[in-house]
């Protein structure tokens, strides 16, 4: 392999890292407020539940396999399970499960936006690994 | 698209493709030219030598955007936060004829082809009396103490002004960690950042004169008692949240008309007018919890040296590595930190958030306090 091409595939791979970097924290944000665009965008509200509920169902799902990877750390292990709390904690609060009150179907829009906001806020202060996130986004891309 | 200040160039350059040759090229003359002396160390006697009055106010801005900042709006747009904070931060600028602003742009470091940096991540913006007078890079990693290229700076261009100038140093950024501040960065991991950091920072801005009328913290859970404390011998008042702080910030409008806003130089009814308005901004868009207070700082002693023991002990027990992220909560719903005095000197504004299993909750006491 000559010269150029080695260092064309090191340019490459720089490249390609420094972008899945921030793919991966962007990745994760922009999946709800994707849900949210939907949803708000349909006028049946039992609609708007099935695609919430069926988002946070995914999202559960990614983290769930993200987190019995070898890939992962245990300290990254324990910071997935607290994000699958607050996943939970959404799905049973949209479905009136476990002492929440279910969400009227006249609050589905302030719903996903609280979703959006608080799974952001989430973000900050339960903080995974850039192999974690990428983790998941890659599942997310995979399952929906 | 939102506008940035005067002569503001912070967008990233993409490299095209280009042969290995030219990528050297460019490398070596980036390298060359980050070796070049760095400009805003120099004197600068012309803005000293102005014929206007001195200003009536002096504020300083610090924005933090070394970091995941990114946020979507109701509508599903994506916003930088640290963008719109200096967005908003250039217009109180430009909109307050009497007063100089200072802003520091903590910006994440870009390397090149992963192997050095020669890009400065650091930009400060210096108006006077409405006019954007001088915009210079700088490099973050100078100095011994985290403040330092700042500390600097602020000597080199702060003009002290009347007798009764109005001195406001306003931060924007995630939670100021109380301990292990180690990440706070994304572009320094090894470097730590801590309230204690910010408190030696604004000990070496507020020597010029007493202390600062007034510090705001647009971050999360910095409503604490080893905050405030940590902060009390360097401000009067101090705004800031003790629960979580939507990305959109304290919404400081206020800050544009500060000849209106404090016309009779009353600091205390200013800060709860910024704070209500902040407050009430928030409440438009925000489904998540949003508590905004205003601490006047020699009111709030007495509850601080009562519970200082008890929150250290706290803090102490959560250091140590591998431990979980701490449990927050207010203050008032643990009787080791509730007394007499803890609404004193506290104004809060709080609404609870729309969902969630603390939608019920009806007050805040203005105080965060974590186990």
Same mark, same amino acid.
């Given at each position: ?144 | ?100 602003? !200072? ?6 470091? &870009?390397? *090149?082809?992963? @192997?050095?940096?020669?890009? /400065? #991540? +650091? ?121 979580? !702080? ?6 400081? &409008?206020? *800050?544009?008309? @500060?000849?209106?806003?404090? /016309? #009779? +130089? ?106």
């Amino acid at each position: 392999m000559s010269l150029k091409k080695v260092a064309g595939i090191i340019v490459m791979t720089c490249f390609l890292v420094h972008v899945g970097h921030a793919q991966a924290q962007e990745g994760l944000q922009t999946y709800f407020s994707e849900v949210a665009s939907k949803v708000k965008a349909m006028d049946d509200p039992a609609e708007k539940r099935e695609v919430t509920a069926k988002s946070l169902q995914t999202m559960a799902e990614a983290v769930d396999r993200v987190q019995r990877s070898r890939m992962i750390s245990k300290e990254d292990r324990a910071r997935l399970e607290q994000l699958k709390a607050t996943v939970q904690d959404k799905q049973d609060e949209l479905a009136g499960l476990n002492g929440f009150e279910r969400v009227p179907d006249g609050q589905l829009n302030a719903f996903v936006d609280y979703v959006v906001q608080d799974m952001e806020q989430a973000e900050r202060t339960i903080t995974i690994s850039l192999v974690a996130a990428l983790l998941i986004v890659i599942i997310l891309i995979l399952i929906v | 698209m939102h506008d940035k200040p005067n002569g503001s160039n912070t967008s990233v350059t993409q490299l095209p493709a280009m042969p290995v040759g030219g990528i050297t090229c460019v490398a070596l003359g980036l390298f060359l030219f980050s070796c070049a002396p760095t400009r805003p160390f120099q004197p600068v006697t012309s803005l000293t030598a102005d014929a206007a009055p001195p200003p009536r106010y002096s504020i300083t801005y610090v924005i933090h955007g070394d970091g995941n900042y990114l946020y979507h709006d109701t509508g599903g747009s994506k916003h930088r936060a640290d963008e719109e904070a200096l967005t908003r931060a250039a217009s109180v600028a430009t909109r307050n004829p009497h007063a100089e602003v !200072l802003i520091f742009h903590q910006r994440p470091k &870009r390397r *090149l082809l992963w @192997l050095f940096s020669p890009f /400065r #991540d +650091g930009t400060f913006y210096y108006y006077r009396h409405g006019q954007l007078l001088d915009k210079v890079s700088y490099r973050r990693n100078r100095g011994q103490t985290r403040f330092d290229p700042e500390v600097e700076l602020y000597n080199q261009y702060h003009l002290e002004g009347q007798p009764q100038q109005v001195r406001l140093f306003l931060y924007f950024g995630h939670e100021i960690p109380e301990l292990d501040g180690s990440g706070y960065d994304a572009s320094y991991k090894t470097w730590s950042f801590t309230i204690d950091d910010l408190a030696g920072g604004l000990s070496s801005l507020a020597r010029h004169s007493t202390r600062f009328d007034l510090v705001v913290l647009s971050t999360c859970f910095n409503g604490t008692p080893h905050t405030v404390g940590a902060l009390a011998p360097y401000t009067r008042y101090i705004i800031a949240s003790p629960g979580n !702080l939507h990305l959109s910030y304290y919404d400081l &409008r206020p *800050l544009e008309q @500060l000849d209106v806003g404090l /016309r #009779d +130089g009353d600091v205390s009814t200013f800060a709860t007018q910024l704070a209500r308005h902040a407050f009430d901004r928030l409440t438009q868009d925000v489904q998540t919890e949003i508590t905004a207070a205003v601490y006047d700082v020699d009111r709030v002693e007495g509850y601080l040296d009562t519970v200082d023991d008890v929150y250290e002990s706290a803090l102490a027990r959560l250091g140590g590595e591998a431990r979980p992220p701490p449990e927050r909560f207010d203050c008032a719903e643990d009787p080791a930190y509730v007394s007499n005095g803890m609404a004193d000197g506290v104004t809060v504004f709080f609404r609870a958030s729309r969902f969630g299993r603390e939608k019920n909750k009806a007050t805040h006491s203005g105080w965060e306090c974590t186990r």
